[in-house]
């Protein structure tokens, strides 16, 4: 019923679309890294405006759809003048979406940090930028290097979303591929299959990532 | 803005308070002297580390003013104070992600400005002076519970602190570290170093301190030379307080 030779046939065009899966999740995640702990320092901050801001971010990004967070940036915003291809409303819809739920991830190891870490810093005279560069951020994302990576894992197989707005990734293409050969049990069980092997690698590579960073003696990653 | 005062540390009716209600210190006023050692009693919850961390900035204060090496203490120089304050922690001082020798250096360099050279040539001597420099590439929480308070004391010295703090230094280490540390506690105080320790070690009090503050429900009770706060004491609560802690000693050394 499965035939190796049209799989073997239709892998590199899969493959190039591929490409684009990674290019979105990765630099979309990427984006929403940086944005996140933005995010996450601000609505720590004690500027209660500040604050509330981050904290209504990550309300509505987390409260409405990817796939309509998408559409907007793709179809919505040309309204307002500002038109962007594809492949960048890709990934700002992935990493503005992201740094939502990466803003949590990350000041959940915020929180886990043990106060006297962050008041021995604070007393040695650090300004507050250095306490976060040196000390709360490195801690905080050891911490969270786990949840991190489930998130980058979930960003992977999301951005299968924008393959409504006409990026050829991985999913856009095996549903082209259908659409010539009528073969769609084959196509979406290879495709699914590029998925899984992704994300399993990225596992792989996150926990190995955890043990290095692990701090000798303290938080360290399980065997 | 001066205090008329030649007190190296000043504090004047000092309220704090948590969540806005409970009220941890109550109007608390202390003068300490240059090369002054200072030893806190009292017991838990009753305030005492409240006052350190208030002193270095780290809680807020409802009322009350506090002048150090003369100049009022406001958030716009509360960095500089800080970094003329040294700190040691119950627990959790160093930074788990630094070696001991890291740990040393990295306030020298960020804070005091020094080149990595010259924070390394003094970081490897505070750790000396510890007898830690065998340990200085190990992490902290690779080394014992003593080896972690020696380090922390290294690292706060090597700031060259006009005041330091100590919160508890003994009280999360197992008995048999707490010699070790109380040992270099007390030759750093021989130094002329102005101190403020809280402990409950009250043998160490007798030695070192040239005062003894007894501090219970946010309030001074008592405060004076330990021949007089120790071994006279005028309150029933200090009076109770001290018997508590000579009868745990009295049982834990049977």
């Known amino acids: 019923m499965i035939d190796l030779g049209f799989l073997t046939s239709i892998f590199p065009y899969l493959i190039q679309g591929l490409v684009f899966t990674l290019e979105l999740s990765v630099l979309g995640f990427i984006l929403g890294f940086f ?21 209504l971010y990550i309300d509505l990004i987390r409260g409405t759809p990817l796939l309509v967070q998408i559409l907007i940036i793709y179809f919505g915003l040309p309204s307002l003048g500002l038109y962007f291809d594809p492949i960048t409303a890709g ?26 870490n962050i008041e021995s810093a604070q007393s040695l005279g650090l300004t507050d930028f250095k ?17 991190l990576t489930n998130e980058l894992v979930t960003l992977v197989k999301d951005s299968s979303l924008v393959s409504v707005i006409g990026v050829a990734e991985l999913t856009r293409r095996g ?14 069980l290879l495709v699914a299959m590029i998925y899984f092997v992704i994300c399993y690698f990225l596992s792989k590579l996150s926990s190995k990532l955890e043990k290095v960073l692990a701090v000798p003696g303290f938080f360290s990653a399980k065997e | 803005m001066r205090s008329m005062s030649s007190y190296l540390l000043s504090v004047k009716n000092l309220r704090v ?24 009693i009292g017991p838990s919850g009753s305030g005492k580390s409240t006052l350190l961390k208030a002193i270095d900035g780290l809680v807020k204060i409802k009322e009350g003013e506090i002048f150090f090496d003369g ?45 990595r050279e010259e924070s390394e040539k003094i970081a490897s001597e505070a750790l000396e002076s510890v007898g830690l420099l ?39 280490l197992d008995p048999e570290f707490v ?39 946010g309030e001074i009770i008592e405060i004076g030379p330990p021949s007089e706060v120790l071994v006279s004491p005028r309150s029933e609560r200090l009076k109770k307080f001290l018997s508590r802690i000579i009868r745990k000693k009295l049982i834990y050394q049977k």
Not at chain 2, 20 to 36: A, F, I, R
Not at chain 2, 161 to 167: G, N
Not at chain 2, 181 to 208: S, Y
């Open chain 1, 35 to 55: 944005l996140g702990v933005t995010l996450a320092v601000l609505r720590l901050s004690n500027d209660k405006l500040l604050s509330s801001i981050s904290s």
């Open chain 1, 91 to 116: 990934v700002l819809a992935i990493g503005l979406n992201s740094a939502a739920y990466q803003a949590e991830i990350i000041r959940s190891g915020i929180k886990s940090i043990p106060k006297e």
């Open chain 1, 131 to 147: 306490i976060y560069k040196f000390v709360v951020l490195p801690l905080a994302i050891r911490n969270v290097i786990p949840a």
């Open chain 1, 175 to 188: 549903e082209y591929i259908i659409a010539w050969t009528f073969r769609p049990f084959e196509v979406y």
């Open chain 2, 17 to 40: 308070s948590y969540n806005n209600n409970v009220e941890v210190l109550k109007g608390v006023s202390l003068n300490v002297e240059k090369g002054e050692k200072v030893v806190i």
């Open chain 2, 71 to 115: 100049v009022k203490v406001t958030n716009d120089n509360i960095i500089k104070v800080r970094s003329e304050i040294g700190f040691v922690f119950q627990n959790y001082t160093l930074f788990p992600h630094f070696t001991l020798l890291k740990n040393v250096m990295f306030p020298l360099q960020e804070v005091k400005k020094l080149s």
């Open chain 2, 134 to 172: 065998e340990k200085a590439q190990s992490y902290p929480f690779e080394v014992s519970g003593g080896q972690r308070q020696r380090a922390a004391i290294a690292r706060a010295l090597a700031l060259n602190p006009k005041l330091l703090l100590l919160d508890e230094p003994t009280s999360a």
């Open chain 2, 179 to 217: 010699g070790e540390v109380l040992e270099i506690l007390e030759e750093i105080a021989r130094k002329g170093i102005t101190m403020i320790v809280v402990t409950h070690e009250i043998d160490f009090a007798e030695d070192v301190a040239t005062n003894v503050v007894f501090i219970d429900n």
